[in-house]
């Protein structure tokens, strides 16, 4: 009974979603690329005021779980609504952002959580100021306060969140100096911003709740970025630091992380190799657990990914690219080793998230190849495969959640294969996204005690998203 209402419900969210994404073609499949249809345009395009936007929904459904204690299959309607307005006037901008993001079906056994609800949530309020060349001739520099996003160099530890269906924000301070030939310098002080709300209820049925920030949970650090030559070739530094406590009401691992890192990276062109390579070493304290009792230990933990890529000149613009990444996870001795990702994105590399993300930058040792290639303007498609063994086996795999007490699973947890493609419908306003990902389960995966004992995970999505 519960597998045929469970059908019976995707069936109609997948004619809700085809039916949204029919219902939006009417009035832009003539629009060509120069003369797309944009609320910006109906505005009568005003001095200063930008305004624009998107609406996205996304049909997505999990087979065979692979997280302990969750329901064998779910689906899920996920729609997330963005507006963003800035006014400009001269030397100072003032920046908004409303995001609605909302999910339907799922249910009890789900793995939905703050990362796919946080239902009309001010992502952006802030007062930026342009300092101009003060700070020297061919420079500009800017000062920025209030909630916003970032994004910092590759992304895998600060980024605004694109295909998951929430959106990381802060509150505080940030300045940024940008100079000659590329060179650019960041530095930050924020309350990362807590989504709300948390418990389970108020995310299966979307409650509206004011998100929250306190100075109990600080996020800083500074970001500095320098070309070297070497035909387009760029080095970054960076040292950020996290800070949080328990308050009455929020119980916490009492987090206390400093991050150092540097990253030597090459931008894909055709007929030429490009490159990027990252490492990152984390120290401080944390709590094993959120209990206030829980034993404090020191931290040392590490992330090291490495790319080569090649793109050909041609027709399809195609890029192979072989990639290794490893990833501390805690091997249970005196300091604790899982390496923290921050507010770090994953899915360029990692695979989809939302109902899946089973792997991330978390005890991990994965080497992977990708393809990609743009057919056309509009079509890109891209398709990669991993081979992914646990660093520490006294540690839970990646982001599966899984974890083998007695270490005696085996190291191999599996292959991962995934592809997609991107088409635009309409130019710069209709975009379909089509992906999917098969999880092979390798022997931890299959035997960890934690293990569910099902098949190997089949994942797969779609979307249509709207730009106005």
């Known amino acids: 009974m519960t597998t045929m209402w469970r059908g019976a419900r995707g069936a109609r969210y997948a004619g809700l979603f085809h039916a949204l994404a029919l219902s939006l073609l009417p009035g832009v499949a003539q629009a060509g690329e120069d003369d797309a249809p944009s609320l910006q345009k109906a505005l009568g395009n005003p001095e200063g005021l930008t305004v624009e936007g998107h609406v996205r929904a996304r049909y997505e459904a999990i087979d ?8 064998r299959s779910s689906d899920a309607l996920l729609l997330r609504s963005d507006l963003q307005v800035t006014y400009d006037a001269g030397p100072v901008q003032v920046g908004g952002e409303i995001t609605d993001s909302r999910a339907y079906g799922g249910g009890e056994g789900s793995s939905l959580g703050t990362t796919e609800v946080n239902a009309l949530a001010v992502t952006q309020a802030y007062v930026a100021f342009d300092v ?21 160099g590759s992304r895998r530890l600060v980024a ?43 995310i299966l049925d979307n409650h509206v709740h004011t998100d929250s920030q306190g100075f109990d949970e600080t996020f800083w650090g500074a970001f500095a970025r320098t070309p070297i030559g070497l035909r387009g070739a760029a080095l970054e530094g960076y040292f950020y630091g996290l800070d949080e406590d328990d308050t009455p009401s929020r119980a916490s691992r009492n987090r206390h992380l400093r991050t150092a890192g540097a990253r030597l990276s090459r931008k894909s062109t055709p007929g030429r190799m490009d490159l990027d390579v990252e490492g990152a070493y984390q120290f401080g304290n944390t709590r094993v657990t959120n209990a206030p009792d829980a034993v404090k230990r020191d931290v040392s933990a590490y992330f090291a990914h490495a790319e080569v890529g090649y793109r050909f000149a041609g027709g399809w613009s195609p890029r192979v690219a072989l990639e290794l990444d490893l ?51 509009r079509l890109t498609l891209a398709a990669m495969g991993r081979a992914n063994w646990a660093d520490s086996l006294e540690d839970s795999f990646s ?56 098949g190997d995970t089949l994942y797969g999505y779609t979307s249509a998203t709207v730009h106005f």
């Open 160 to 202: 605004r969140n694109r295909f998951r269906n929430t959106i990381n924000a802060f509150t505080g301070f940030r300045a940024d100096w940008t100079g000659t030939g590329g060179k650019a310098v960041s530095a930050f002080y924020t309350m990362p911003v807590r989504r709300l709300p948390g418990d389970r209820d108020g």
């Open 327 to 377: 990833v501390s996870g805690d091997k249970g001795g005196g300091s604790y080793n899982r390496f923290d990702t921050l507010f770090g994105a994953r899915r360029f590399e990692f695979g989809p998230t939302s109902l899946y993300g089973a792997l991330g930058r978390a005890n991990i040792r994965s080497v992977g190849a990708l393809v990609q290639a743009s057919p056309g303007k």
């Open 64 to 71: 065979n779980q692979f997280r302990p204690g969750r329901a």
């Open 399 to 454: 982001a599966t959640g899984v974890s083998d007490a007695e270490g005696n699973a085996g190291r191999f947890a599996g292959y991962q294969l995934e592809a997609r493609a991107g088409y635009w419908l309409v130019p710069r306003v209709l975009e379909i996204d089509t992906g999917g990902a098969v999880l092979f389960r390798g022997d931890f995966l299959k035997n960890a005690r934690g293990a569910n004992g099902w």
């Open 132 to 152: 101009g060349a003060a700070l020297g001739k061919g420079t500009s520099a800017r000062l920025q306060a209030g909630r916003f996003t970032m994004d910092m």
